[in-house]
């Protein structure tokens, strides 16, 4: 008989309310501080390029390059470029203007040579004419009729020949022009392939202009260039960054980018030495956002920020660093958790804790921060709300 009490005691306690509170918070006056954070590294303002000269047509393959960060005097070598097929190609332009200037000496001599038989067979008729105008044969009562019409014939076979030889003159004399200028502009094409091979040759490794750090150029990804990439004339390879000329790029996500403008201060730690707190201000943001990595979609907006103060013993041209922009700051002002926000379109609203129960009350709303949202109206101080997922709590 002692059971039935302890049941019924079991089930008037599992038939009474529970006395567990919804999670909530106390509305109170505070400040709002919306911070971004984000990463990047130390860049140079100031720099010293090492580029290939301008004026060539092609660009040259990359061999080897010092690391990032060498310390380098001025005129030692920087970086030096594939120059086999230069060289390859400087021997055959020259071996082809040997042969072009033999191949030409061949064809003046052969152009001369023909040129010579010719004269000679204008010489020969000459003096046959000669002959034949000076001893007349056209009298009847010297010469016989046979006599006279053979000389009639040599004459005019000599006239005949003669027009043929001047007739070959003239066209040896423009076969000539126009073979001798065929061999003239192939020369003159492969003395522009010799004198532009023997200047990729001359540009085959690159020296520093002055003493420094060097640091290699980045291509759109943020990686360096390496051995076996194309240099094209005017690019530089690397720059040596002049000392104490340094600023931050920083890259934050698209998604977390709202409310970044130029000339918010912005908090720096240098992971090498974390301990440090360096400060600066954001000078540009980049007006699109763009990926950083080939394989990684996910986009970043840039920006370039000012030092306060460039730390020589610490700072160094690409350094990874992480930061804190400051994008607004509130004073006395009221704020909740995006847990105890409800957005609909017809407005937000919260869950406001009372004495008759919980009311579903319209707010205004000012600032967001990643986890908060400050609220300019509809709340007043010391008013109590409930997180999101227990407003129907009573």
Known sequence: MRGIPILACLLAGACAPSSVEAPSLVVQPGDFIVQIRGEGFLESTESVPIALPTGQNFPLMLAWIVPDGTRVEAGDPVARFEGRLYARNAANAALELARLALERGLSEGQLALEQSDIAA???????????????????????????????LADLAWLEARERFLRFRDDFRGERAEGALALLDARRRTQEEALRINREALEHME???????????????????????????????????????????R?????????????????????????????????????????????????????????????????????????????????RGVLSVPLLALEETPEGAFVQVAGRRGNERRRVALGLRSATRVEITDGLSAGERVLLRGTRNAS
């Open 121 to 151: 067979g204008l010489r020969e008729i000459g003096l046959e004419r000669g002959l034949i105008e000076r001893f007349p044969l056209l009298d009847e009562r010297l010469y016989a009729r046979n006599e006279i019409i053979d000389k």
């Open 206 to 248: 690159l020296r520093a202009p002055i003493a420094g750090e060097v640091v290699r150029e980045r291509n759109l990804w943020g990686e360096p260039l390496e051995p076996g990439q194309p240099v094209f004339p005017g690019f530089s390879v690397a720059r040596i960054p002049v000392p104490g000329k340094l600023a931050a």
């Open 250 to 330: 920083i890259f934050v996500p698209e998604s977390e980018a709202q409310g970044l403008a130029a000339g918010q201060r912005v908090r720096l730690r240098l992971d090498a030495a974390p301990e440090r707190v360096y400060t600066g201000r954001v000078a540009s943001v980049d007006a699109v956002a763009a990926p950083r990595e080939r394989q990684n979609p996910v986009k970043y907006f840039g920006l370039r920020v000012e030092l306060d103060e460039v730390d020589g013993e610490r700072m160094r041209v690409g350094q990874r660093l992480s930061a804190e922009i400051l994008v607004a700051e509130r």
